[in-house]
């Protein structure tokens, strides 16, 4: 497809081809674009005249097909009609090095009418693209990190502020569904479906169950809003956890707001001890959960034992001790 469709509006290739060229470097109609496992590294090129297209989708882009996310960016500002992006790496993306953070930009274009973003990568890329935009009307995500020993997240951070100023999720929850996954997630104020439900989640990728809550521990502590306004902390597993207390302790410092706690009956004893440490008289014990009146535990309680309802038992009546009383229900 090497010469020219000027009236073609959508296009959608999947395959594991490495195209040079497209459609003569030219498409002013398209409005829908799709590639899946292709290296194409003159997109940007094809891209630059596309101003009317609304939706984006990159899926499973090679190593060869890299595209540095400043070039990313300049692609994209060009694009003012985008409404749905979707940009998905095929592996952690070998070319964007731990870097000199560069200071904040003075000025960033805007993609108004920009609803949905999907990224799939390192949390680096996205962070150097996020400092280069603003989405205002932005009100669904999906964002999936490859796992690394360190997120710092400052400009990823900055771009979803305004939304979640502005919305402030008094219900989070904390899934590690599988054995490679750890997901954060909350539900979105949008109205423009209501017959369903919309999401919005970061998910955090890694096999060590003690990487995943480190992982997720140091995301939520990057995100302000989350320590005024995360009332109900929800916390489901479906395979291996970190149990270990320390961990959980640093996860939960993030929300002091917190006055509702669910958790899986499997991870009592973890999380029983991790909030029964501060509370044998250390003034700490107010850091933690200071809020906290209802604590729900989901499981199969006939297969409870007395050593896993102990703890708990002795962090709530230490609470009570201090005239702050936590009622306990197993579900």
């Known amino acids: 497809m090497a010469k020219p469709f000027p009236a ?10 490495e195209l040079e060229t497209l459609l003569n470097g030219s498409a002013p109609s398209l409005r829908d674009f799709t590639l899946s496992g292709i290296s194409f590294p003159s997109l940007p090129q094809l891209l630059s005249s596309t101003s009317d297209l609304t939706r984006l989708s990159l899926f499973d882009i090679p190593d060869s097909g890299y595209i540095p996310p ?48 999907d990224f799939h990568g390192v949390s680096e890329y996205l962070d150097v693209l996020a400092a280069r935009f603003d989405a205002p009307l932005l009100d669904e995500f999906m964002i999936t990190f490859f796992h690394q020993p360190v997120f710092d997240i400052p400009q990823i951070v900055r771009f979803f502020s305004s939304y979640l100023d502005s919305f402030q999720p008094s219900s989070l929850t904390l899934k590690f569904e599988r054995l490679d996954s750890a997901f954060i997630s909350f539900p979105s104020n949008t109205t423009h479906h209501p017959a369903f439900s919309q999401t919005h989640s970061w998910e955090i990728m890694g096999k060590e169950p003690d990487c995943q809550l480190t992982s997720v521990a140091q995301i939520c502590g990057q995100i302000p809003s989350f320590r005024s306004s995360v009332k109900s902390l929800i916390i489901e597993c479906g395979g291996l956890v970190g149990r270990n207390p320390t961990l959980w302790l640093q996860l939960f410092h993030s929300f002091p707001a917190v006055q509702s706690l669910q958790i899986p009956v499997a991870l009592e004893p973890s999380i029983a001890s991790a909030l029964e440490t501060p509370t044998e008289g250390s003034p ?14 989901v499981g199969n309680k006939s297969g409870e034992t007395v050593h896993k309802q102990q703890p708990i038992q002795s962090f709530v009546a230490a609470r009570q001790r201090s005239g702050r009383t936590v009622v306990i229900s197993r579900v």
């Open 8 to 17: 073609l509006r959508s296009l959608s290739f999947t395959s594991d081809l």
């Open 284 to 297: 700490a014990a107010a850091k933690i959960f200071p809020s906290l009146h209802s604590l729900s535990i």
């Open 70 to 117: 400043e070039t990313m960016a300049t692609t994209l500002s060009a694009l003012p009609k985008l409404e749905s992006l979707n940009i998905h790496f095929e592996s952690p993306t070998p070319h964007l090095e731990r870097r000199t953070r560069a200071p904040p930009l003075q000025t960033r274009f805007v993609l108004p009418v920009l609803t949905f973003l």
